[in-house]
C-alpha cells in the first residue's frame, strides 16, 4: 500500500457557502484577480463581497478554453494590476486559468517555460499567490487537482502545467452555484465526474485513500446524476452531483485515471469538443473493452472485481455482472443524451492518429491493463 | 452538509516509505531540527538520510509528554541553531512538540502568548517552519492534526496550541516504524486510534468527508486490533492499524471528538495517565450511557443510528443492537487489558472535580447529546 495524497490547502462544501468568500479571502491581500465566465451572474457579487473586508477586485472575464494566449493575457493584467490573490469561479476551464494565473503571479518568465511536452517543463520554483478556486459545474473536480490543462494553438495540442504547488489554497464547493447549469451541460459534466470516480477506483495505481472517495462517490453518481439531469431542480441531487465532482477531482489527482481520460486529452486538441463529452462518449466503450481484456489476460486482476463491483453498485443488483456495468453506463449515456464521437465530428479515419496519439498520453498508463492497437480502435468503434 | 477539511500537506503512507525521507526534506532548507524520544531508534538513522542531500541535523530528545519547559527548551536550541525545518518522530508527544517548535521558529513571543485558556491565545500570525511529522505509534494521528496538547505544570493542566498553521507540511506514516512498539502500548495507542474514528462517526458534527474516513476504518479497527495485540509480528494487523490511525487524526482534525476524549483532556491534566489509556478505560461506558440517553431522549438522533451500525460492524453481526456495541467494545478492553480507571489511580472521590472540569471541555462539546452531571459520574462509574 502506497499512498501520497496531497489537495487543496482548505476544502470548504456546503449549500450557501460562497457567501463566506469574504471571510475566507480575508487575510490573502489588498487586491484580487477575479478570473471567470461572462455567462456567470453570481461572481457579479464577488467584488462587493470583498469590498466589505477593504478587499480591491480586478474582475477578467475569459471565454472558451484556456489556452496560451488567453493566459498570457490575464497574467499580464493581473501582473500589472499587482494583485496579491487570485479567485476563479467558473467551470473547469476557468479553474485552470486561474491556477495558471496564480501560479505565474509569483513565478517569472513566460507560461511556455513550465508547460508540459511542447514547452520547457521547468519546475514552479515558488509557491503560487494564493487562489480561491470556485467551481459553478459539477464537474470537473478541478479544484483540487494540481494541474492546469492548456491549449496551445500553433501546434494543436492540449497540455499540462502541473505542480503541487498548483493545487488552490481553498477548493470553495457551492453546491447552490450549480443549480441553474443547463440540461446539456448537467449531462456533459456530470459524465466527467461521473468518470472521474470509476477510472481511479479501477487504475492500476488505485490506493485506500482513494477508494474511499470513489466507492463513496460512485453509487451517488448513479443515483444522482439521472436525477438531476431530469429535474435541474433536484437540489439533493445537484449537492450529490457536486460531491461526486470534489471526489472525483480527489481522486484524479491522487491515483491515476484510464482509457476514456487517455483518449479525451487528444481527441480534445484535434476537435472543438467538450472534455466532459468525450470521456462521456467512451466510457462504455472503455469499461467493455477493459473488462473483455481483463477477462481474456489478467482474470486474477482486482480491477476485474473492481468493475463487478461498481456493476452492482450502479445497477442495484447483487447478482450483476462486471459487463453488466458497461451496459448501464450505455443506456445511462444514452438516457443522458450524450453525442457519440461521430456527432462530434469524429469519423473512423480518425481513429488511427486518435489511437497513436493516445497510447502514449498519461491517462493512458493508469489504464488497469495495457489495451493492444485493436483494442483501442474497437473502444472508439463502440463509442462512434 | 457543511463540510471545512484541511489536512496536512503531503500525507505519504506506507511500509518502508521512511526510506525516502531525504528526498521528502530536500528543499526545505540546509539544517533540520530533529525532535525524537530517546527510546526511536530508527531516528538515529536521520541524520546519515539528510546529510546524504547535504542536509545538517540538530538531535534534540524529548522526554515524556510535551510541557511549556520542554518546548521552551527545545525552541530555544532550534532557535539558536538557526534550524530551517522541524523533523518530529515518536508517538504523538513527540510530535506534538514538533508542531509546536516548528510554529515558534517562525513566530516572535513566548509560547504562553499562544496557549489556549491558560495563555494569551494569539494567533501565529507566520506560517509555522516546514514540519515532517514521522509517527511511530498508531496512535494518536497527530501528523494531521493542527493542534499540540501541551503540559503547564504550574497550573496542572494540558491545554492546546493551535492554528490551521500548525498541520505538518508532510505527514510521513511508515507503518513498519511501529512494528517493535510493545505489547501494552499497542493497545492504548491502538485503543486511543480506534476511539478517534468512533467519537467524530457520532459526533454533532458528523460530515460525509470525515465519514468516509470512519466508515473505513473501524471495522479495520475491530478487526486488526484484538489480531496486533496478539501478534505483535502481524505486518498486516499492524499496517490496518498505523493506517486506523491516520483516519482517526484526519477525522477529528475535521469533525468534533464526544466525552471520552471530553474526559481524557481533565483526567490526564490531574492523573499522570497516558491519554490513549484514559480514552480507553471510558470508551466503553460512554458509548453505553450516550446511547441510554439517546433512546431516552433523542431516539430519532442519527447518532443513534450510528451506533447501531458500529455494532454491526465490529460485532459482525447484522442484527446487532447499539447496546451490543458498547459491550463488544467493553469485552475488547478486557482483552486487551486496558487498566481501569481505578487502576489509573482514580477514585470515587474524585468524580465530582473531574466532571465539573470536562463538562465544558471542548472534546465534551461535540458529544452526540448534552449528557447531565449523574450520565457523566455513571460513565465514570463504569469504567472504574
Not at 486538441?269 to 468525450?278: K, L, N, R, Y
Not at 470521456?279 to 477493459?290: D, F, L, R
Not at 502514449?360 to 489504464?367: A, D, E, I, T, V
Request: with cysteine.
Amino acid at each position: 500500500m502506497q499512498i501520497d495524497f496531497a489537495t487543496a490547502g482548505r476544502i470548504i462544501f456546503g449549500a450557501g457557502k460562497m457567501n463566506e468568500l469574504a471571510q475566507i479571502a480575508n487575510g490573502m491581500g489588498e487586491k484580487a484577480f477575479l478570473v471567470r465566465s461572462k455567462s456567470q451572474p453570481a461572481a457579479q457579487k464577488v467584488p462587493d463581497l470583498l469590498k466589505s473586508v477593504g478587499i480591491g477586485c480586478v474582475d477578467h472575464i475569459v471565454q472558451g478554453e484556456p489556452s496560451t494566449p488567453s493566459i498570457r493575457a490575464a497574467v499580464e493584467k493581473a501582473r500589472s494590476e499587482k494583485c496579491d490573490f487570485v479567485i476563479g469561479m467558473g467551470g473547469g476551464s476557468v479553474i485552470d486559468t486561474g491556477k495558471a494565473v496564480a501560479a505565474m503571479l509569483s513565478n517569472n518568465g513566460d507560461l511556455m517555460d513550465y508547460l508540459e511536452v511542447v514547452g520547457l517543463g521547468h519546475k514552479l520554483e515558488q509557491p503560487s499567490k494564493p487562489y480561491i478556486a470556485i467551481p459553478t459545474t459539477a464537474g470537473t473536480g478541478s479544484e483540487v487537482t494540481r494541474n492546469a490543462v492548456i491549449a496551445v494553438p500553433e501546434k494543436s495540442v492540449k497540455v499540462s502545467m502541473r505542480s503541487p504547488y498548483m493545487l488552490p489554497e481553498v477548493a470553495l464547493v457551492d453546491p447552490e452555484l450549480t443549480y441553474s447549469v443547463p440540461q446539456t451541460v448537467t449531462a456533459s459534466t456530470g459524465m466527467d465526474a461521473f468518470v472521474q470516480v470509476i477510472e481511479p477506483y479501477v487504475c492500476n495505481a488505485a490506493n485506500p485513500m482513494v477508494d474511499m472517495f470513489c466507492r463513496d462517490a460512485i453509487p451517488q453518481a448513479a443515483q444522482y446524476l439521472p436525477a438531476v439531469y431530469q429535474d435541474g431542480a433536484n437540489q439533493k441531487a445537484r449537492d450529490a452531483m457536486a460531491w461526486v465532482s470534489l471526489m472525483g477531482g480527489l481522486s484524479l489527482a491522487n491515483a491515476k485515471l484510464g482509457a476514456a481520460h487517455g483518449f479525451a486529452g487528444p481527441i480534445g486538441g484535434m476537435f472543438p469538443a467538450a472534455h466532459g463529452a468525450i470521456c462521456a462518449a467512451v466510457i462504455a466503450g472503455v469499461m467493455q473493452v477493459n473488462i473483455r481484456a481483463l477477462q481474456e489476460r489478467e482474470p486474477q486482476s482486482p480491477s476485474l472485481q473492481r468493475y463487478a463491483e461498481i456493476a452492482r453498485w450502479i445497477t442495484g443488483d447483487d447478482q450483476a455482472a462486471p459487463e453488466d456495468g458497461a451496459e448501464w453506463m450505455s443506456s445511462l449515456c444514452r438516457q443522458l443524451q450524450i453525442p457519440s464521437l461521430g456527432r462530434l465530428g469524429i469519423q473512423p479515419s480518425d481513429f488511427e492518429l486518435i489511437v497513436e496519439k493516445s497510447q502514449h498520453s498519461s491517462s493512458m498508463k493508469g489504464n488497469p491493463l495495457v489495451l493492444t492497437k485493436t483494442e483501442l480502435i474497437r473502444i472508439l468503434e463502440l463509442s462512434l
